[in-house]
């Protein structure tokens, strides 16, 4: 197992072939499997929220979206990939696709997720969506009820965290398999609601000051977390020592 603990949580240190390959192995399984892909806001969600913290310690891959959780490994002496939930997401789609495995979306706006599935279906080839359904629902058991009937492989919830990590772990209860990834504003992204910043950022690992500029609401999602997480990870590395 490639996995490295940080602030008391298994993180999986693959790369991203790598993620993708043990991915595609848990969609064949027949269990339900879930990723999360964690960022340093999860961390401190999961001080404070016991079930959210079990969540992590039971999910089956935990990837490293953010940059700052590849800055908190990196103190502590792993040099890891980080793998943008978004683009994990959208080549498990591809994927899948060639392996003819069904594909459920869930979460965003209704006019977003119309336009997600659209332009996926129109850019993938091969590609069977067996069910969608936007995130603003009030019956989990319904929901939960049809991805049951129509029995997808991979299944993509984007209702921000933690709440789609808690749909998953309810999921996991009454589905006979799946693979289930938290994918946050992914379906935004793929909409074309929500523009990705340049490539640049992207290679650069500075998505993060893009959006923020962009959108400068975001600004006291990062700060104090992400100063407050990386003091954290020194603290936790000076107590090990
Ligand atoms: N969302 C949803 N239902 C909710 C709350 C949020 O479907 O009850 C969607 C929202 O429309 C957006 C995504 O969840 O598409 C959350 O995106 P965000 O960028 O906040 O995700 P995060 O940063 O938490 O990964």
């Known amino acids: 197992m490639n996995r490295v603990e940080l602030l008391g949580y298994k993180i999986d240190t693959y790369s991203f072939d790598e993620a993708i390959e043990r991915a ?7 269990k339900v499997s879930q990723v999360v892909t964690i960022n340093p806001e999860m961390f401190d ?4 929220d016991n079930e959210f913290a079990e969540i992590l310690n039971t999910a089956e891959m935990i990837i490293p979206d953010g940059v700052g959780v590849k800055l908190g490994l990196k103190i502590l002496g792993q040099n890891v990939d980080r793998i943008a939930g978004v683009d994990f997401a959208r ?9 003819n495995l069904p594909i459920a979306l869930i979460g965003a706006k209704p006019e977003v997720i119309k336009l997600a599935c659209d332009n996926l279906l129109s850019e993938v080839e091969n590609l069977n969506i067996v ?28 209702l921000g965290s933690p709440k789609q990590e808690k749909f998953i772990k ?4 009454i589905l006979p398999y799946g693979l289930m990834i938290g994918v946050g504003g992914s379906f935004d992204v793929w909409s074309g ?15 993060w000051l893009y959006r923020t500029v962009k959108q400068p609401e975001r600004f006291k999602r990062i700060f104090p977390t992400l100063p407050l ?13």
Do not use: H, W
């Open 170 to 173: 309810q999921a996991k209860n």
């Open 131 to 158: 069910y969608s359904q936007d995130g603003y629902f009030k019956d989990d058991e319904r929901v939960l009820e049809e991805l049951k009937q129509t029995k997808p492989r991979l299944i993509l919830i984007a």
């Open 91 to 99: 080549r498990m789609i591809d994927e899948s696709a060639k392996n």
């Open 24 to 30: 595609l192995e848990l969609e064949k399984e027949e």
């Open 193 to 207: 609601t929500v523009e990705r910043a340049p490539e640049i950022y992207q290679k650069l690992g500075i998505e």
């Open 45 to 48: 969600c999961a001080k404070t």
């Open 229 to 241: 997480f990386v003091m954290r990870v020194f603290k936790e590395k000076l107590l090990n020592k």
